[in-house]
């Protein structure tokens, strides 16, 4: 078992609607996760952090968490073209290491 | 305020070569971290300094090593070079440690021929 998952997609949404990202875990001593998004050619950029059971939102991004289901999502709401990109999810354990997913891309359709 | 900065950025070797890259990270910040990226595994962590010192190592062979220098700046090296090296190197920087303050820089690519 991979100790971050997620669907690697591609994952299409067409515009104005709602992505939903996915992300498991398998290190319950994980205390912080986070969301990336790597455009094509370019390094990674940190988009949400969370921390605690629940929901994060900023903007139009929610960042969702549930530590018993080893479980974090990222939704993203009223897609944009611009939002088409591959979203990491990245996991810091225990031993302070941050592990990474192989990644979602996904493409919104105008 | 600049961003980080990695040098080379593209950078072509032989099978048993050995390669330098160096990143600077963004003013202020004292923790670099290295990552490496690839098609297939995706970005895999590779380690940690904090002031000048490893503070965490992730599940790579020893040829593959790294260095900070007093002015937060540092650079990896890998030695004996494999065609599986090739991929995209990340260094990332954050203040303190702090992944929630980390910024990638634009990478080194490097293709062993």
């Known amino acids: 078992q991979k100790e971050v998952e997620q669907n690697s997609g591609p994952l299409s949404v067409p515009e104005g609607a709602i992505a939903s990202l996915n992300c498991t875990y398998s290190?319950?001593?994980?205390?912080?996760f986070f969301w990336y998004r790597q455009y094509s050619g370019k390094s990674p950029e940190l988009i949400m952090f969370i921390y605690s059971n629940g929901d994060k939102e900023d903007g139009r991004f929610t960042a969702q968490l549930n530590k018993a289901s080893q479980y974090v999502s990222l939704l993203i709401r009223d897609s944009q073209p611009s939002d088409s990109a591959t979203y990491l999810c990245?996991?810091?354990?225990?031993?302070?290491?941050?592990?990474f997913g192989t990644g979602t891309r996904l493409t919104i359709i105008p | 305020k600049a961003g980080v900065t990695q040098t080379p950025r593209y950078l072509i070797k032989t099978r048993g070569q050995q390669v330098t890259l160096s990143c600077s990270p963004i003013s202020g910040h004292r923790s670099v971290s290295w990552y490496q990226q690839t098609p297939g595994q995706g970005l895999q962590f590779l380690f940690e300094y904090f002031s000048e010192t490893q503070r965490n190592k992730g599940n790579f062979p020893g040829r593959f090593s790294g260095r900070q220098f007093s002015n937060s700046r540092s650079e990896m090296n890998v030695s004996t070079l494999e065609l599986g090296d090739s991929a995209l190197y990340l260094c990332?920087?954050?203040?303190?440690?702090?992944?929630?303050?980390?910024?990638f820089g634009p990478g080194t690519r490097l293709t062993v021929l």
């Open positions: 990332a920087s954050n203040r303190d440690r702090a992944v929630d303050t980390q910024y």
């Open positions: 290190d319950r001593g994980s205390q912080s």
């Open positions: 990245a996991v810091l354990s225990g031993n302070e290491k941050l592990t």
